[in-house]
């Protein structure tokens, strides 16, 4: 299944959109085919690279189909999902990066256990913390 851009369109509700929002996200091209760089999507939306991933990813949450490319050096970049596989693929990527970070933070707490600092001086952790660690065990 492939989605032309008027379809693409008629999914997102636009006015869900801050205006830099949307200004990113209409500069975004539609497929994997040629994905736009960090750098020239910030370029094009006058802000900055930082500012841009900090936008896809409420693009995301908002749920806008927003794919990344990570095929150094040529076609790394943004795109809008317009088809199952870039669909998947941007799913696969999502799910692999959320699994390396569960790695991370369960080696950093094992490693905290194991050679633990002053409990006495340490900030307690809060719900939402504990819920996280709670969730990793």
């Not at 693409?8 to 006015?15: C, E, F, G, I």
């Not at 949307?22 to 939306?45: D, M, T």
């Not at 799913?91 to 991370?104: E, H, I, P, Q, Y």
């Amino acid at each position: 299944r492939w989605l032309d851009r008027k379809a693409v369109q008629a999914m997102n509700d636009l006015s869900l959109l801050t205006p830099k929002e949307r200004k990113v996200y209409e500069c975004i091209p539609l497929g994997s085919a040629h994905p736009i760089s960090q750098e020239n999507l910030a370029k094009s939306a006058e802000t900055s690279g930082r500012s841009i991933a900090e936008i896809v990813q409420t693009l995301r949450r908002k749920g806008f189909l927003i794919g990344s490319s990570r095929s150094y050096p040529s076609s790394s970049g943004y795109y809008i999902i317009s088809t199952d596989s870039e669909y998947y693929s941007t799913l696969g990527m999502l799910v692999a990066s959320r699994n390396n970070f569960d790695k991370t933070i369960k080696a950093m707490m094992k490693r905290y256990t194991e050679h633990s600092f002053d409990q006495s001086a340490q900030k307690k952790p809060t719900a939402g913390q504990l819920d996280l660690l709670e969730n990793l065990n």
